[in-house]
């Protein structure tokens, strides 16, 4: 099962268990989300990546592999009063939601859900930067947003 950390958002903890889902993960995690404007996504990456310019969602991962969450996997990064291990933050730019919904043709709940999952798949270890890896990450992407009944 997977938290996201003081989200009331349906959509999101929908997406969310999901993914969890289809993935066959194991276990308890949580991840904490941040909504916010251009002005403060461009600050966060110009002070944590060193790029001065806006963007549309930035992941912090905390762990450097993806095993079932539990107490014996991740002993330093279980919490014992949760029960559940953190991935890390996820930041979506509110604006950047907005105008890529309007850009690609779809609503903006599809934008939100996929800004949100592409963030959490990088915090479970998701990259695009080799061509291969990048079509893992798109056809996870769409199989966990048919789940949730967003498709294009």
Avoid: W
Wanted: proline residues 2%; contains cysteine; glycine residues 6%.
């Amino acid at each position: 099962m997977i938290r996201i950390i003081d989200c009331a958002d349906e959509l999101i903890n929908r997406t969310a268990a999901a993914a969890f889902d289809e993935l066959k993960l194991a276990g308890n995690a949580a991840a904490e989300i941040l909504k916010t404007d251009e002005e403060e996504i461009r600050e966060i990456n110009r002070l944590q990546r060193g790029i001065d310019k806006s963007t549309d969602v930035l992941s912090f991962p905390l762990l450097d592999r993806v095993e079932p969450f539990t107490k014996e996997n991740y002993p330093f990064d279980f919490d014992a009063d949760t029960g559940e291990v953190l991935l890390g933050s996820i930041v979506i730019c509110e604006q950047a939601v907005e105008n890529q919904a309007k850009e690609y043709g779809h609503g903006k709940d599809r934008e939100y859900a996929y800004l949100f999952l592409h963030g959490l798949l990088h915090l479970l270890g998701y990259d695009h930067i080799e061509e291969k890896d990048r079509e893992k990450m798109r056809e996870a992407e769409e199989r966990i947003l048919q789940r949730v009944g967003l498709t294009r």
